[in-house]
């Protein structure tokens, strides 16, 4: 049965001939070229977190905020560590 779907679905879908990852489907005619180039030369980093931190870090904000925390404790503990092996 969903195999027959499946295949029902498949046949529906009518492919670009000069493309075939493409569907007919797709209206391109509207959009502007290069639009986001200079967003995606700068590149992304998309870090997934675990569903129960959510409740703790519900945005990139806060997130950042977090880690701004973090990162000024571990370089404080560096500092510290380093004049105890100086001295």
């Known amino acids: 049965m969903q195999e027959k779907q499946l295949k029902r679905k498949e046949d529906s879908m009518k492919v670009m001939d000069n493309d075939p ?3 007919e489907e797709y209206d391109f005619s509207g959009g502007i070229r290069g ?10 980093n998309i870090i997934v977190l675990d569903p129960e931190l959510i409740e703790y870090f519900p945005d ?15 370089k404080k503990y560096k500092n510290k560590k380093a004049e105890q092996v100086g001295t």
């Open 21 to 23: 990852e493409m569907l």
């Open 35 to 44: 639009k986001y180039v200079s967003r995606y030369k700068e590149g992304t």
């Open 60 to 74: 990139s904000a806060s997130v950042n905020e977090a880690l701004r925390s973090l990162a000024k404790l571990m």
